[in-house]
């Protein structure tokens, strides 16, 4: 069995990226600012300070499956892209 030998051809191995933002940042415009009211909305029922903090809490929950029967999984992760999009806002 041949060995993989690692190639220096000059170019990076990897990129380190934050999947919300990418996912957040694919949903068109319209989408977007549909999503950021309703993180806002969220936000100022369940985290009035809007603290970076409890608003990434919120986003983990989301994105841990932590959401009722009238939302669905996709849905739940895009919300909680907004959700880290206001926390770095915050």
Do not use: I, N, Y
């Not at 933002?21 to 415009?29: I, M, N, R, S, T």
């Not at 549909?34 to 970076?52: C, D, I, Q, T, W």
Request: charged share 30%; proline share 3%.
């Amino acid at each position: 069995m041949a060995h993989a030998h690692p190639q220096d051809d000059g170019r990076t191995t990897g990129e380190v990226v934050d999947f919300d933002d990418l996912l957040f940042d694919a949903c068109a415009p319209t989408e977007r600012e549909e999503l950021l009211r309703e993180a806002r909305l969220l936000a100022s029922a369940f985290a009035p300070k809007a603290s970076a903090r409890g608003l990434r809490r919120m986003a983990a929950q989301l994105s841990a499956g932590a959401r009722d029967a009238q939302m669905g999984r996709a849905h739940a992760r895009r919300l909680a892209a907004a959700l880290k999009r206001l926390a770095k806002a915050a």
